[in-house]
T-cell receptor
């Protein structure tokens, strides 16, 4: 069984550009979570989505960041007008509808801002 | 804030059992204990979870005290590949919810 797939693994952007990070959940998983890990820091929750719905975006910065999980296709985390402080590892996790089941993580996208 | 307390770091000799403690004195009756680990540059890896009974799988054993205020993750025969940061997390079992990560325990396996 394929795990959570994230791409690209590494992404380099210049300040002011847009970054798009993709996450394909595990087969049978309808819940997707995004987390961010700044250099030398812990993982912080950003947003939780189900198909076509944002359930909890309490950890998402109010500006420049958005997330979607369309009916078809991967979940997308979009960062507009990137700044140096957006440099981080972004991890996606997925879980099945049974909520006591654990979340499984992808290997992340490492975003570097020049 | 994370609802768990873990030692910041631990050492264990290769081949020995690694016992990682976790305190969760404010755990509620419907909260499970989950363990994850993060090996350098990789995504967090799920290890095991439990409610009140001890659990064992191919990776580890989880021992939860009777009052559920603490638990211990046991890696029975540690190898160098077990060097990682280990996170103990409490999370409501019947609700889809974010994971709140603490600082975890950095486990060093010594050759």
């Amino acid at each position: 069984n394929a795990g959570v797939m994230q791409n690209p693994r590494h992404l380099v952007r210049r300040r002011g550009q847009e970054a798009r990070l993709r996450c394909s959940p595990m087969k049978g998983h309808s819940h997707v979570y995004w987390y961010r890990q700044l250099p030398e820091e812990g993982l912080k929750f950003m947003v939780y989505l189900q198909k076509e719905n944002i359930i909890d975006e309490s950890g998402m910065p109010k500006e420049r960041f958005s997330a979607e999980f369309p009916k078809e296709g991967p979940s997308i985390l979009r960062i507009q007008q990137v700044v140096r402080g957006d440099s981080a590892a972004y991890f996606c996790a997925s879980s099945p509808p049974d909520s006591y089941q654990p979340q499984h993580f992808g290997d992340g996208t490492r975003l570097s801002i020049l | 804030d994370a609802k768990t307390t873990q030692p910041p770091s631990m050492d264990c000799a290769e081949g020995r059992a690694a016992n990682l403690p976790c305190n969760h004195s404010t755990i509620s009756g419907n909260e499970y204990v989950y363990w994850y680990r993060q090996i350098h540059s990789q995504g967090p890896q799920y290890i095991i979870h439990g409610l009140k009974n001890n659990e064992t799988n191919e990776m580890a054993s989880l021992i939860i005290t009777e009052d559920r205020k603490s638990s211990t993750l046991i890696l029975p025969h540690a190898t160098l590949r077990d060097t990682a940061v280990y996170y103990c997390i409490v999370r409501v079992g019947n609700r889809d919810d974010k994971i709140i990560f603490g600082k975890g325990t950095r486990l060093h396996i010594l050759p």
